[in-house]
């Protein structure tokens, strides 16, 4: 990866050298993050595509090597590359979702996917896939209630609950519904330059809501630290409305002002330090969640149901990637591995993996 930075093994509370610490002008100014299919790649996806059908696979158990992909292997091995060592985030043009049913784009982006990690439940329901679409619901006060199945507003900056999270673009909106997402060890070099108190404060632990996918065992909330230093590597871990939504538990110490005030600095300096794309058809983005946060601008959407703004999304664990704190393993739903390091998802006794076709809640 050419004019990266290399990375240097993470002090706590002194500047962090890694190639995932960029600026927005940074990635402007270069295009190798972003790929496309080509007609190689095309023709491979569509051999397996319909190799799936006429075999009478189980999309759930589709891996890396499934199919014979040499191209489309090349691109994705170079995306997870990027991914886990480079930027942290990674751009594929090109997917045929126009000439697709939905069925064969799930399987699609399925194929992609387990390039770039293992596939993990989203949500208490067991769902591999999942829909972002507005059901009309409004207000993150029900704590059932999930960002990507409200309207139309602004989604804050957030990594997801996964090592890697895969957004397809299947539909956009009638405006707006641009994608925004930051360098969090950028933030957090930024921030420890200006305010090096608040950063010393994010290093400790902030109690974090579970929203109702609660661990066997386990209290409805968790304590973690935004900023994690582990064997050389800094991990961040900024969930803002989790943070904030915690404070409904009355038995949880409530923010000092200077908690509050880390807190909103980050998202300013998030906003200050984010690129800001649109989402077109086809689009399809990987963001390694430990050192990525993204968000979203406002969107008005169509009244038709079948144009309606709507994106598939993947979690994926990578267990080979960046190793995860003590923390992780509190969060997680499965013992942690003899490896050490946490497996992501959300693994509910007796619920069963599914892929829906469409939108669930």
């Known amino acids: 990866m050419i004019g990266r930075k290399k990375r240097e093994p993470a002090v706590p509370l002194a500047p962090v050298v890694d190639p995932a610490d960029w600026g927005p002008d940074e990635l402007r100014g270069r295009e190798d993050w972003i790929y496309a299919l080509g007609e190689p790649e095309l023709a491979e996806l569509d051999r397996a595509v319909e190799e799936t059908e006429s075999r009478g696979l189980d999309v759930l158990t589709i891996r890396a090597g499934t199919f014979h992909v040499p191209n489309l292997e090349r691109v994705l091995l170079r995306m997870r590359e990027e991914l886990l060592e480079g930027f942290g985030v990674a751009h594929l043009r090109n997917v045929p979702v126009h000439r697709y049913d ?161 807190l909103a600095m980050v998202e300013v300096i998030a906003d200050e330090l984010c690129l800001e794309m649109p989402f077109a058809v086809g689009d399809l983005q990987f963001l390694h969640n430990h050192v990525i946060m993204h968000a979203r601008t406002a969107y008005e959407d169509f009244h038709e149901e079948d144009k309606k703004r709507h994106l598939l999304r993947m979690w994926l664990a990578t267990p080979n990637g960046r190793p995860l704190p003590p923390p992780y393993g509190e969060k997680s739903f499965l013992p942690v591995p003899p490896s050490g390091r946490p497996i992501p998802g959300v693994y509910v006794r007796g619920v069963e993996p599914k892929i829906p076709i469409e939108p669930e809640a």
């Not at 064969?104 to 769902?127: C, M």
Request: hydrophobic share 35%; glycine share 8%; charged share 25%.
């Open 102 to 262: 939905r069925q064969r784009i799930i399987t699609a982006l399925w194929i992609i996917s387990s390039y770039l990690g293992e596939p993990v439940p989203q949500n208490r329901l067991g769902h591999m896939v999942g829909h972002i679409r507005s059901l009309g619901r409004e207000g993150m006060e029900v704590p059932s209630n999930r960002a990507y199945h409200i309207t139309g507003d602004a989604l804050p900056f957030h990594p997801d609950s996964c090592d890697v999270v895969g957004l397809l673009s299947l539909r956009v909106g009638k405006s707006g519904g641009l994608t925004r997402f930051v360098s969090s060890v950028r933030v957090y070099n930024v921030l420890l330059a200006r305010r090096p108190d608040l950063a010393k404060l994010l290093a400790e632990p902030f109690y974090r809501d579970r929203r109702e996918e609660i661990p066997e065992g386990k209290d409805p909330y968790f304590a973690m630290p935004v900023f994690m230093f582990h064997q050389g590597h800094l991990i961040v871990s900024y969930q803002g409305t989790y943070l904030h939504t915690a404070q409904r538990f009355e038995n949880l110490p409530r923010f000092t002002d200077e908690q509050r005030e880390a």
